[in-house]
């Protein structure tokens, strides 16, 4: 089952970091890298996307706002966002786009439970 992971950060470091854990995890699966959320959408017109890790502050738009396009288009698909500041004002908005979180830095511990999740219901839709 290929699969392709967009990692959405305004860093490039940590989008290296976050395609680290990935590729621990998860290691024939591939990824897409944009650097921000503008960049991202123009990415998915270009190549097919399975599921999403974005980063939440981002300049030119948020990782929630990119999140609540991505779920416009693609209602099913898994999406996490990416922070080191959760706050209950924005688990509340990732909630209400069915977004997950996945604390900063990434870690593969960190990463384990979202994508466990996200293969299953990839899984499931492809059968």
Same mark, same amino acid.
């Given at each position: /089952?290929?699969?392709?992971?967009?990692?959405?950060?305004d860093? $490039?470091?940590a989008?290296?970091?976050?395609?680290? +854990? #990935? +590729?621990?995890?998860?290691? %024939?699966?591939?990824?897409?890298?944009?650097?921000?959320? =503008?960049?991202?959408?123009?990415?998915?017109?270009?190549?097919?996307?399975? #599921? +999403? #890790?974005?980063?939440?502050?981002?300049? %030119? /738009?948020? !990782?929630? %706002?990119?999140a609540?396009?991505?779920?416009?288009?693609?209602?099913? /698909?898994?999406?996490?966002?990416?922070?080191?500041?959760?706050?209950? %004002?924005? =688990?509340?908005?990732?909630?209400?786009v069915? +977004?997950?979180?996945?604390? $900063?830095? =990434?870690?593969?511990?960190?990463?384990? !439970?979202?994508?466990?999740?996200?293969? *299953?219901? *990839?899984?499931?839709?492809?059968?």
């Amino acid at each position: /089952m290929p699969v392709n992971v967009l990692i959405v950060d305004d860093s $490039k470091l940590a989008r290296i970091v976050a395609g680290k +854990a #990935l +590729a621990a995890l998860q290691p %024939e699966w591939s990824k897409v890298e944009a650097g921000g959320g =503008v960049q991202a959408l123009d990415l998915i017109d270009q190549t097919p996307v399975d #599921l +999403a #890790l974005i980063d939440y502050n981002m300049t %030119e /738009m948020d !990782g929630l %706002e990119l999140a609540g396009a991505l779920r416009q288009r693609f209602p099913d /698909m898994p999406i996490a966002i990416i922070t080191a500041n959760i706050q209950d %004002e924005i =688990v509340a908005r990732a909630r209400a786009v069915g +977004a997950a979180f996945v604390a $900063k830095p =990434v870690t593969p511990e960190g990463l384990e !439970g979202f994508l466990s999740g996200a293969a *299953l219901r *990839l899984r499931a839709a492809r059968s």
